[in-house]
Nanobody, 121 residues
Framework: QVQLVESGGGLVQTGGSLRLSCAAS????????MGWYRQAPGKQREFVAG???????AYADSVKGRFTMFRDNGKNTVWLQMNSLKPEDTAVYYC???????????????WGQGTQVTVSS
């Protein structure tokens, strides 16, 4: 059984930074792609960033240049460094574990519990 545990959310002012982390455990492949999604109130869950086992990353246009995702394969952990935060970044952020090595295998049914990020104006 896969477990994903996120941490690092909180309240920050516009222009501030936060770093989210997601640790994966259980019956997983250490080289699976992992990603971050977010869901704002009244909106659908959307892709934010993803990283493949080879380090290739992809980002939503809305966060390019501001967010950076990186991973430690040995620790089955990924991080999302969020800089220059905006009020529109306010959402619950969820970690997802892909079914294979590539970002195309996300999202799977393997979700974390979510962590709230609130950006005040």
């Amino acid at each position: 059984q896969v477990q994903l545990v996120e941490s690092g959310g909180g309240l920050v002012q516009t222009g501030g930074s936060l770093r989210l982390s997601c640790a994966a455990s259980g019956s997983i492949f250490s080289n699976n792609a992992m990603g971050w999604y977010r869901q704002a109130p009244g909106k659908q869950r959307e892709f934010v960033a993803g990283i493949q086992s080879n380090g290739y990353t992809a980002y939503a246009d809305s966060v390019k240049g501001r967010f950076t995702m990186f991973r430690d394969n040995g620790k089955n952990t990924v991080w999302l460094q969020m800089n220059s935060l905006k009020p529109e970044d306010t959402a619950v952020y969820y970690c997802n574990l892909g079914l294979g090595r590539t970002i195309a295998t996300m999202p799977s049914d393997h979700w974390g519990q979510g962590t709230q990020v609130t950006v005040s104006s």
